[in-house]
């Protein structure tokens, strides 16, 4: 389609992110017409080393030495990439056969010892290496993401524990009313007339601000937005 603005049209790839299956079908069209690794990286704008691993990556092997030599596929790279990418994360911290986990669960089940007790009495008394103990703090969090095979009902301290609380932190340059000290009746929105500003942050990478002015009907109480 030769129009302006017809959303069949794919968006750029940025330099710097992984290839897409559409990349991956410019390649194998590229490549069968006979372009070359630089002229497939220019076209694409990224590293040719890039188009040099998918091509091998997608490009099977030949299984004897008769027949003809096998073409690069799409589906077959998209799906090695996926293989490869989901072996690809940090191996986490708190593995099941770390055999401080294992003390650390039997002393809280069977003496009801509290995190702290189990971190600082393995310290102490060195049954394990430095390695093997992760702090106090990283325990918490590990039990309220669900990594841990304990409950916080298994934790008092952990239910106990007062939160706690960040108060507003105060201009030092006051340059208004707050919003805070508006009348009551602007809450209610049975007057017309009371205005409230706020900025949103645009799209462009927080650099793209808008000002929005809102303004409360009396009769509808519908919210109307002018920019």
Not at 123 to 133: A, E, P, Y
Not at 168 to 186: F, H
Request: aromatic share 8%; net charge positive; proline share 4%.
């Amino acid at each position: 389609m030769d129009q302006a603005n017809s959303t069949t049209l794919t968006p750029d790839r940025e330099r710097g992110q992984h290839l897409r299956f559409e990349d991956r079908c410019s390649i194998k069209v590229f490549h069968k017409l006979g372009y070359s690794l630089r002229a497939i990286a220019l076209s694409l704008d990224c590293s040719l080393s890039t188009v040099m691993y998918e091509l091998r990556r997608g490009t099977g092997e030949r299984n004897g030495k008769r027949g003809r030599f096998p073409e690069y596929s799409p589906k077959r790279g998209q799906a090695n990439y996926e293989v490869n990418r989901s072996r690809c994360h940090k191996e986490h911290k708190l593995t099941k056969t770390n055999p401080f986990i294992k003390w650390m669960i039997d002393k809280m089940k069977e003496q009801h010892w509290s995190l702290d007790a189990c971190v600082g009495y393995a310290i102490r008394k060195v049954l394990f290496s430095k390695d093997q103990i992760p702090c106090t703090k990283t325990l918490y969090n590990e039990l309220w993401a669900g990594n841990l095979p304990l409950t916080p009902f298994d934790v008092p301290e952990a239910l106990s524990k007062a939160h706690k609380k960040h108060p507003a932190r105060k201009n030092k340059r006051i340059l208004g009313t707050s919003i805070d000290e508006r009348p009551n009746v602007a809450a209610l929105r049975t007057e017309c007339g009371h205005w409230e500003i706020d900025t949103v942050v645009g799209h462009k990478a927080g650099r793209e601000s808008v000002v929005r002015k809102r303004k409360y009907s009396k009769s509808s109480r519908n919210l109307q937005v002018t920019k």
